[in-house]
């Protein structure tokens, strides 16, 4: 390992634009470096102390000699790991701490959306066709937060507030504020059952691709809907197509996908009562702003030789 300096240098992966420039103002007297592409990564992952980034290149970490942190943008860190290659002293942080009110915000958002068939009167309004489209109150029914972290408990204050009952599906399955009750993910099975609303928030890791297939989505309630705000690949499309289709799901709100952005020939684009957006429920105006305050707060941390936040457990994956 090389020495490292008092003040650390940053290097950003890619040029994220804005923040750049917001770093630089807000941690005086440290250098921020952009790193372009991918060409250039692989020139200078060597003297990179700092890395603040969404989805690095993989497989270069061997030669990253001087890392001591990696910043990422956001709450997920599957574009990372696992990195058998990466050195066990070098920490992952996330970003945990900056998606709310926003994100829960957005999930409501697509909640009430497809209660409301939001879809098919946009479809209506496109063809001039003066259609009723009448639902149910949604007050009563019961949603299903996969995921109860801080995003997921504030999800599910949004959603009690316009009378849903919220249960949680979690690694530990403890009781959690804010969640009528958690099961762990093996039990998930009792509460999805006769579910009305799924929200889908887990981070993508090794036990979680896949983890609502076909099985899953086939004991919902007749009517039902799934919002999913978390990495592409835990949900599985076939299935998900199946259940819209011929199972008991009448909408679908999706928001990650894999790959990213969708292909313009994925028939997911085309399918009826599916609201699609390009990965954006966190995102806000103040995002960026925060996400600085992130960087900046851990930059310090590290130059004083305090405790860091938002660091991963690589075993965990979160
Ligand atoms: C995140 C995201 O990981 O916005 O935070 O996807």
Redesign the pocket.
């Known amino acids: 390992m090389t020495t490292p300096s008092a003040v650390p240098v940053v290097h950003a992966y890619p040029d994220l634009g804005p923040m750049v420039v917001s770093a630089r103002e807000r941690l005086p007297g440290t250098e921020i470096v952009v790193i372009p592409d991918e060409a250039a990564f692989a020139e200078v992952i060597g003297d990179v102390e700092v890395l603040f980034t969404?989805r690095p290149p993989t497989g270069q970490w061997a030669a990253a000699d001087a890392l001591r942190l990696i910043q990422?943008?956001?709450?997920?860190?599957d574009s990372v790991l696992p990195a058998p290659d990466l050195a066990e002293h070098v920490t992952i942080c996330?970003?945990?701490g900056i998606?709310l009110p926003e994100?829960a915000e957005f999930v409501l958002g697509m909640v009430l959306s497809l209660h409301l068939g939001v879809p098919k009167l946009v479809d209506q309004q496109r063809a001039h066709d003066w259609s009723w489209v009448l639902h149910p109150a949604l007050a009563g029914r019961r949603a299903v937060i996969l995921g109860t972290g801080k995003i997921g408990a504030g999800c599910a204050e949004l959603l009690r507030a316009v009378g849903l009952r919220v249960d949680g599906v979690s690694r530990s399955g403890s009781p959690t504020e804010g969640f009528d009750r958690v099961v762990t993910v093996d039990r998930r099975m009792e509460v999805l059952e006769d579910a009305d609303i799924v929200v889908v928030l887990v981070p993508l890791t090794p036990d979680t691709v896949g983890l609502v297939g076909r099985d899953e989505l086939a004991v919902l309630a007749s009517g039902s809907q799934l919002v999913d705000?978390s990495?592409g690949g835990i949900v599985d499309h076939d299935a998900l197509r199946w259940a819209l289709r011929e199972g008991p799901l009448a909408a679908a709100a999706l928001d990650?996908f894999d790959p990213e952005p969708l292909p313009a020939h994925d028939p997911m684009w085309d399918e009826p009562n599916v609201l699609i957006t390009p990965?954006i429920?966190?995102?806000s105006s103040d995002y960026f702003d925060r996400l600085v305050g992130v960087l900046v707060d851990n930059v310090e941390r590290l130059r004083d030789g305090r405790p860091l936040i938002n660091v991963i457990d690589r075993g965990r994956g979160y």
């Open positions: 969404f990422m943008t956001g709450a997920g860190v996330n970003a945990v998606h994100m705000v990495r990650v990965h429920a966190a995102l």
